[in-house]
């Protein structure tokens, strides 16, 4: 380097090229590099493309060679000597540590020595961008949570919104009649069957119900009489008649089976307290006791009483009428408090009710 050795002043580096460093190898390519520039510029001088002036002033013209050398020289290149690569191990004045030939060119820029300070600092950053990154992850995690609940809340307060406008809605729409309940007793008198000596005895007389009503009647009719409404201080819970002898406890309903243990009531909502309403007391004539057999001996004037939880309550007769089965007016109020003792009549063909009327006295 700076021309002060060459090649044959020193011995070849015979060291493999993977035991040197790489600022070895960086400093090598320089100095090839440095070496070929320097022959390509011989090379010029040798050929005449170079002209060098004299202390005289007279051009001064090389040899000429032959094309052949020529191109031999420009392809040889010479390795490395061994001067060259300890001269360009060693720390140059100018600046340290960078090889620095006679033009000044500065071959590579080594690596210069780690900052204290700037590494605190790049961990001090990586610190913080860490805790802003887990920032950012809890507040999407927060995001989320709050979006739910607000999903949640909102589809709360939907529900609640379509239910009061469908109660609007259903509120709005009329009202529709319920379909009326047939009842037997609204087309026939209560207390009809077949006389004992009829065959097959003594049974509920389907040939009092109009044809036209036979399927409601066997599928609304029955199934509805078994019912039996609880009873109250007002309910009437027993009839007396002197004159006939009765004392017998009534049994809420006019159908087949409550006329079966007795005198039935009808189930119109009538109590013996009521100040209007007619209470319609029924019984057989023929069969279960025979309690209503002897109504046609009643006659005006004569009294009868029925008793509930809290008093007893007289009743006057006023007379008594003949009807068919399907004369159910009788059963409707006479506009004052009112009774009505029903049979079949008479006795044992049961074709015809004996209806007998009585009036509410003061007692």
Same mark, same amino acid.
Request: hydrophobic share 35%; net charge negative; glycine share 6%.
């Given at each position: ?108 820029? !080594?690596? $210069? #020595? ?9 961990? *001090?950053?990586?610190? +913080? @961008?860490? =805790? /802003? ?61 077949? !006389?004992? $000596? #009829? ?9 009092? *119900?109009?044809?036209? +009503? @036979?399927? =409601? /009647? ?64 029924? #019984? ?13 001996? +009643? ?65």
């Amino acid at each position: 380097i700076n021309g002060k050795y060459s090649g044959k002043d020193v011995m070849r580096d015979k060291r493999p090229v993977d035991e040197l460093t790489i600022e070895e190898l960086e400093r090598i390519l320089a100095i090839r590099k440095r070496e070929e520039r320097q022959q390509r510029m011989d090379r010029m001088k040798r050929h005449g493309r170079m002209v060098e002036s004299s202390p005289n002033g007279a051009k001064q013209h090389p040899p000429q060679e032959s094309l052949l050398a020529t191109h031999q020289a420009a392809l040889t290149v010479p390795a490395p000597s061994a001067s060259l690569v300890a001269d360009a191990a060693r720390p140059a004045k100018n600046p340290p540590g960078l090889p620095q030939f006679d033009d000044g060119v500065i071959v590579d820029e !080594p690596q $210069t #020595a780690a900052n204290p300070s700037r590494n605190i600092g790049k961990i *001090v950053l990586n610190q +913080l @961008l860490l =805790l /802003v990154e887990v920032a950012a992850v809890l507040g999407i995690i927060y995001l989320a949570y709050t979006m739910f609940q607000s999903i949640g809340k909102l589809e709360e307060e939907t529900a609640s919104a379509q239910q009061q406008i469908n109660e609007q809605r259903l509120a709005a729409l009329p009202t529709i009649a319920p379909t009326p309940q047939l009842r037997l007793e609204q087309f026939v008198l209560p207390g009809g069957h077949t !006389p004992p $000596t #009829a065959p097959g005895g003594a049974q509920f007389n389907l040939n009092e *119900v109009p044809e036209n +009503l @036979l399927p =409601l /009647v066997q599928s609304q009719v029955f199934p509805e009489i078994l019912r039996r409404p609880q009873p109250t201080t007002e309910t009437a819970l027993r009839v007396i008649i002197p004159k006939l002898n009765i004392n017998q406890s009534i049994v809420q309903g006019t159908d087949w089976e409550a006329l079966k243990q007795g005198v039935g009531q009808l189930q119109n909502g009538i109590n013996p307290s009521d100040p209007l309403g007619n209470l319609v007391l029924s #019984a057989h004539n023929d069969i279960y006791g025979e309690l209503f057999r002897h109504l046609d001996q +009643l006659e005006a004037g004569d009294r009868f009483q029925v008793q509930t939880q809290n008093q007893v309550y007289t009743y006057q007769i006023t007379g008594w009428e003949l009807y068919k089965p399907s004369d159910v007016h009788v059963l409707n109020s006479r506009g004052t408090a009112s009774a009505t003792l029903i049979s079949c009549y008479p006795y044992q063909v049961n074709t015809e009710r004996l209806v007998v009327f009585a009036d509410r006295i003061d007692t």
